[in-house]
């Protein structure tokens, strides 16, 4: 079986594949990962094994490099986001099919090379039958348009950005940017957490998004239990 990487966010912490792993110290040239070692995989929780990463911190390039290191090849991205669609409604799931990044981050600072940005479509069908499998309510296709954060968006950054995209969120897309710069595989499953801003007329704050987030945390802690069980060939 090839090696997985799992990038999730603070939910990680609350699973069984964190009292169950091995805390394991990857040291990359971006710096230190910790990462969770289960059975034949990486876990990785992007905000650090105590949550106390913000959005805007997140050492990308240090989780990515690391997942390769330990020489994974297909990554899955558990990501929060925020629904720029009336139909898309909090408590369902969505899994990308492409994105919007317009700072994209890099591994190739000084060198000249492009890579195309891609979500893989091999290990979003992996995604799409778990989801199908659990009789989850998902969608199996959307755009994620990405925001720095930490702050959440202003309602005519909402009203722009939802002409073009079905969520929102913060951490999806450098993934899946630099995934691709070091050809590994990367898909993600997002988890739909409220509504974004001015979307609909009830107020929004971090505590309903946290709230949310915690309901989805068994779902989602399902779903990778299956995506680690799979045969990838
Ligand atoms: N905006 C940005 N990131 C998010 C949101 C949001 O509404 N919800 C969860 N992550």
Avoid at 41 to 68: D, T, V, W
Avoid at 82 to 98: A, N, Q, T, V, Y
Avoid at 188 to 212: M, P, R, W, Y
Wanted: hydrophobic fraction near 40%; glycine fraction near 6%.
């Amino acid at each position: 079986m090839e090696k997985v990487g799992i990038i999730g966010g603070k939910f990680i912490l609350k699973t069984k594949f964190f009292r169950d792993s091995k805390k394991k110290k990857i040291k990359t040239p971006f710096g230190v990962v910790e990462a969770l070692s289960y059975k034949n995989s990486f876990l990785i929780c992007r905000h650090g094994l105590k949550g106390e990463i913000p959005p805007h911190r997140i050492n990308y390039k240090a989780n990515i490099f690391g997942l390769k290191k330990l020489k994974a090849k297909y990554i899955f991205g558990f990501n929060s986001v925020g629904s720029l669609k009336m139909k898309i409604k909090p408590g369902d799931f969505l899994i990308p099919d492409d994105f919007i990044d317009f700072d994209p981050p890099t591994f190739f600072e000084e060198k000249m090379k492009f890579i195309t940005p891609e979500i893989s479509e091999k290990l979003r069908k992996v995604l799409i039958k778990i989801a199908k499998k659990l009789k989850l309510k998902f969608w199996s296709s959307g755009v994620y348009f990405t925001t720095k954060g930490p702050r959440l968006e202003t309602k005519a950054e909402v009203n722009l950005i939802k002409n073009f995209a079905d969520v929102v969120g913060m951490t999806m897309a450098k993934e899946a940017t630099l995934a691709k710069e070091l050809d590994l595989e990367y898909a993600s499953f997002c988890s739909v957490d409220n509504f974004a801003h001015g979307i609909v007329k009830t107020s929004l704050s971090q505590e309903k998004i946290f709230k949310f987030q915690e309901r989805s945390a068994k779902i989602l802690e399902k779903v990778i239990e299956e995506v680690l069980n799979e045969d990838f060939d």
